[in-house]
């Protein structure tokens, strides 16, 4: 069964950084590509960043180019979001999602999701 | 940035009935666009990818359709577990894009 568990949300300053991880278990973690999306509470869905399966290519939205960094660890079966530079939009919940293969980027497998919130 | 737009924002549907939801593209996609389903408070949960293909475990209600710029989501009788919020994505381009969502809620 695939499981992916973030942790690393909580509540930080504009202008301050925060480190997101996602723990995967149940497929073989290096031969795909991971993604993270957020959801403004009440809103819809943004895609974020995307690292292929071996970490050598990053994708990022334009929101977020220059202050957010993926990253991750295949010996560890986790991937990373380096958050810095926070801003008050930059708040929401933050998934992590498994890609369904090395072309196609939808998310076949989805995380609970970790709230960052930053305010003053 | 290819925008995709989901109408009607709010869908009211009595169960048993059919839903059909629509998503449209600022531009060609080809198939590669995926629909989820997501029910108050719980993560997102893929339904259809490449258009028209239920994804492991979705029942047959749900069937997806379309090509280029114009998709359809249609949940021919609804059951009371699939009032939730909808949503359409393209990952034929980079930036991946959504849609805004469709409600469906109880008539």
């Known amino acids: 069964e695939v499981q992916l568990l973030e942790s690393g949300g909580g509540l930080v300053q504009p202008g301050g950084s925060l480190r997101l991880s996602c723990a995967a278990s149940g497929f073989t973690f290096s031969r795909y590509p991971m993604s993270w999306v957020r959801q403004t509470p009440g809103k819809g869905l943004e895609w974020v960043s995307s690292?292929?399966?071996?970490?050598?290519?990053?994708y990022y939205a334009d929101s977020v180019k220059g202050r957010l960094i993926i990253s991750r660890d295949n010996s560890k079966n986790t991937v990373f979001l380096q958050m810095n530079s926070l801003r008050v939009e930059d708040t929401a919940i933050y998934y992590c999602a498994k890609e369904s293969g090395t072309y196609s980027y939808y998310h076949d497998y989805w995380g609970q999701g970790t709230l960052v919130t930053v305010s003053s | 940035e290819i925008v995709m737009t989901q109408s009607p924002a709010t869908l009211s549907v009595s169960p048993g009935e059919r839903a059909i939801l629509a998503c449209t593209a600022s531009q060609s996609v080809s198939s590669d666009l995926a629909w989820y389903q997501q029910r108050p408070g719980q993560a997102p949960r893929l339904l259809i990818y490449d258009a028209s293909t239920r994804a492991a475990g979705i029942p047959a209600r749900f069937s997806g359709s379309g090509s280029g710029t114009e998709f359809t989501l249609t949940i021919s009788s609804l059951q009371s577990e699939d009032f939730a919020v909808y949503f359409c994505?393209?990952?034929?381009?980079?930036?991946?894009?959504f849609g805004g969502g469709t409600k469906v809620d109880i008539k």
């Open positions: 690292i292929t399966g071996s970490g050598g290519s990053t």
């Open positions: 994505q393209q990952y034929n381009n980079w930036p991946l894009t």
